[in-house]
């Protein structure tokens, strides 16, 4: 079965600074899909990044960025110039034929 | 637009009992997924709807079940509830049918099972 592996359940990071937020993933698939959701205290939960395993090139949206390492089946969130309102839980995520797993989660908090 | 909404959003029950769930999508998205979210288990995929359709099913038991109207609404039920039910249930509406596709969250139903 494939898992989905967060070793980091807190990390924090002063405003402006650059935080990295680590995901490993276990499977057998080559054609699969990878994702980061943030979910905010009592606040809906929200798609930052999506990455396509067939696709080399790592998936960038404004400050959040992904290193994908496939071979590695790494997936790791970057988030540059670190702002308060980014302080949440950060979920990884991988999904394959309308299944998704989910990892336990990084709670990042940011300090003013 | 209206982002996806769900009712109730909190809910008491005792064991026993059952429960019906009720989320409205994102109106055009089509399919609606259903997840539950406890501190022991963490986030874990239930269902997904669309077009009326199940299209799978995560690993829980047959007291879980939904489905899907034709104005694309979805509700969710659990019969027979046990204090492990006690949960936040979250729903999520995307426009093309696959969990693989950017989903959109709603708030959440949180029950609590006494």
């Known amino acids: 079965a494939q898992t989905v592996t967060q070793s980091q359940p807190e990390m924090s990071v002063q405003e402006a600074e650059t935080v990295t937020l680590s995901c490993t993933y276990d499977?057998?698939?080559?054609?699969?899909?990878l994702f980061w959701y943030k979910q905010p205290p009592s606040r809906q939960m929200i798609l930052v990044i999506r990455?396509?395993?067939?696709?080399?090139q790592n998936a960038t949206e404004n400050r959040f960025s992904v290193n994908f390492q496939k071979a590695a089946k790494s997936f790791s969130l970057k988030i540059s110039d670190s702002q308060l309102g980014d302080a949440a839980m950060y979920f990884c995520a991988y999904s394959r034929e309308n299944d998704m797993r989910f990892g336990a989660g990084t709670r990042l908090t940011v300090k003013p | 637009k209206a982002g996806v909404t769900q009712t109730p959003r909190y809910l008491i029950k005792t064991r026993g009992q059952q429960v019906t769930l009720s989320c409205s999508p994102i109106?055009?998205?089509?399919?609606v997924s259903w997840y539950q979210q406890t501190p022991g288990q963490g986030l874990q995929f239930l269902f997904e709807?669309?077009?009326?359709?199940?299209?799978n099913k995560g690993n829980f038991p047959g007291r879980f079940s939904g489905r899907q109207f034709s104005n694309s609404r979805s509700e969710m039920n659990v019969s027979t509830l046990e204090l492990g039910d006690s949960a936040l249930y979250l729903c999520?509406?995307?426009?093309?049918?696959?969990?693989?596709?950017?989903?959109?969250f709603g708030p959440g139903t949180r029950l609590t099972v006494l």
């Open positions: 999520a509406s995307s426009f093309l049918a696959g969990v693989y596709n950017e989903q959109f």
């Open positions: 499977t057998s698939e080559s054609d699969y899909y």
């Open positions: 709807y669309f077009s009326e359709t199940q299209r």
């Open positions: 990455q396509e395993a067939y696709k080399q």
């Open positions: 109106s055009g998205h089509r399919s």
